[in-house]
């Protein structure tokens, strides 16, 4: 039996709160580069409002606070087009449906159904004109009316229409029992006033900082968290990435599965078919920090669009470096384009100094780029593609991992969706 890591010895709580944040990071940070930092300047609002009216429920409602509109990543412009109540004659199905599909996708967490209801209830208003089930009163849940100021005051910011705390108190007191309880507005606008939060967080520069203050005064949120509960975050964490371009839908999901068999044929243990596993579903999270219209491009990309796309490989391994037991990971799944004869990117890494996780995923990776049909060319077959991958066996990819690899892809007899 190969070992490739060591054992497995993480610490799922902070894992998964981890993984949270590092989701909610992509939400909107590393969104088109655009920078919005929208969830977490919710976040740090809910948390403080949620201290001075609910402060036992404050982890969760500061995690769903920054996972809120999960639901939304699949829509290339994000928050920009927001609509207010269920009558708004803009109505969009894509956004009165954001917070359902947060609320599914958070709920496959386990420990995290708080979350996802509180994701549910997000747009709802206390005068029963929100979306998406039109609740009113106290049918909302306290931590949901928590998000769905928090959320509105950022619009509000963001909008401009009214700058300094003063303007803002003004503009929102109209918002009493209307989207928010009388009870809970009074509440937020002495936590506004006491503590300087809208000056503070109007600069972009300091909202990283006063994010991680808040998020170290709010703690982890209590999950007690199983192997298990890491796998399926990071499954949810796959489905976004192969859900925000159509060109990759079911990419990470077919390229962790490929690794699973090449990993089994190659008798690795549980513990590193896991980890490989993890690696595969994660490896092309960096990619949702490229734009759109790079990835789903029709034709060929450019010699300069190429450079831009390569970035991909270091966002993943930024990011997922920011969870403290991912840095070997990090590592396995963001060195999916380096190759074998060290002519790959980003770091020119060669024969052994490749995780061997990573000669697997890029093996599995190659077969289903090329099996699966991409803006510029149609799918190749299972035989043609293995021919492909047989002919760079030692300079693209590890002959040793290729010898296996093949017999399990060519003689597949199923194709994956
Ligand atoms: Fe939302
Ligand atoms: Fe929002
Ligand atoms: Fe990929």
């Known amino acids: 039996m190969i070992s490739l890591f060591n054992s497995m010895d993480i610490n799922t709580t902070r894992t998964i709160n981890e993984l949270v944040s590092a989701i909610a990071y992509v939400l909107d940070v590393m969104s088109e580069g655009t920078n919005l930092y929208h969830s977490w300047r919710v976040s740090i609002f809910a948390s403080q409002f949620a201290k001075a009216v609910v402060p036992d429920d404050r982890k969760t409602i500061f995690y769903a606070a920054l996972l809120h509109d999960i639901g939304y990543l699949a829509l290339p412009e994000h928050?920009?087009?927001?609509?207010?109540?269920?009558?708004?004659?803009?109505?969009?199905?894509?956004?009165?449906?954001?917070?359902?599909?947060?609320?599914?996708?958070?709920?496959?967490?386990?420990?995290?159904s708080t979350i996802a209801k509180l994701i549910l209830n997000?747009?709802?208003?206390?005068?029963?004109?929100?979306?998406?089930?039109?609740?009113?009163?106290?049918?909302?849940?306290?931590?949901?009316?928590?998000?769905?100021?928090?959320?509105?005051?950022?619009?509000?910011?963001?909008?401009?229409?009214?700058?300094?705390?003063?303007?803002?108190?003004?503009?929102i007191s109209s918002w009493s029992n209307e989207r928010v309880s009388a009870e809970l507005l009074e509440a937020a606008v002495r936590v506004i006033r006491d503590e300087?939060?809208?000056?503070?967080?109007?600069?972009?520069?300091?909202?990283?900082?006063?994010?991680?203050?808040?998020?170290?005064?709010?703690?982890?949120?209590?999950?007690?968290?199983?192997?298990?509960?890491?796998?399926?975050?990071?499954?949810?964490?796959?489905?976004?990435?192969?859900?925000?371009?159509?060109?990759?839908?079911?990419?990470?999901?077919?390229?962790?599965?490929?690794?699973?068999?090449?990993?089994?044929?190659?008798?690795?243990?549980?513990?590193?078919?896991?980890?490989?596993k993890w690696a595969a579903l994660l490896h092309d999270v960096g990619k949702?920090?490229?734009?759109?219209?790079?990835?789903s491009k029709p034709g060929k990309l450019t010699p300069q669009e190429f450079e831009a796309m390569k970035i991909h490989a270091?966002?993943?391994?930024?990011?997922?470096?920011?969870?403290?037991?991912?840095?070997?990971?990090?590592?396995?799944?963001?060195?999916?384009?380096?190759?074998y004869d060290g002519k790959g990117y980003p770091m020119g890494l060669k024969g052994d100094q490749l995780p061997f996780g990573t000669r697997i995923i890029s093996v599995a990776d190659a077969f289903d780029a090329m099996t699966s049909t991409r803006t510029y060319r149609k799918a190749m077959s299972k035989e043609a593609a293995c021919d492909e991958i047989e002919k760079c066996s030692g300079t693209q990819?590890?002959?040793?991992?290729?010898?296996?690899?093949?017999p399990v892809l060519r003689n597949l007899s199923v194709s994956l969706m």
């Open 314 to 339: 270091v966002y993943t391994r930024e990011l997922l470096e920011t969870i403290t037991d991912f840095k070997e990971i990090a590592l396995i799944a963001s060195s999916d384009h380096e190759r």
């Open 122 to 171: 997000h747009h709802e208003w206390y005068n029963g004109r929100g979306y998406p089930l039109g609740k009113q009163r106290n049918e909302i849940p306290l931590g949901a009316q928590i998000i769905l100021l928090a959320d509105q005051l950022d619009m509000l910011m963001r909008s401009g229409s009214a700058a300094g705390t003063k303007a803002i108190e003004k503009e």
């Open 397 to 406: 990819f590890d002959p040793a991992v290729v010898k296996e690899a093949i």
């Open 288 to 295: 949702l920090g490229i734009a759109k219209s790079l990835i």
């Open 79 to 112: 928050i920009t087009h927001y609509l207010f109540t269920r009558e708004d004659p803009t109505q969009d199905p894509v956004i009165l449906s954001h917070p359902i599909i947060g609320a599914e996708l958070t709920s496959q967490i386990p420990n995290l």
């Open 196 to 276: 300087g939060l809208v000056e503070e967080v109007s600069e972009k520069e300091n909202i990283p900082a006063v994010f991680n203050r808040v998020r170290t005064e709010t703690g982890p949120v209590d999950i007690s968290g199983s192997v298990d509960a890491v796998g399926i975050a990071c499954e949810v964490f796959s489905q976004l990435i192969d859900t925000k371009h159509p060109s990759m839908i079911g990419h990470s999901k077919r390229v962790s599965v490929y690794s699973i068999l090449i990993s089994l044929s190659m008798n690795l243990s549980h513990d590193d078919i896991t980890k490989t």
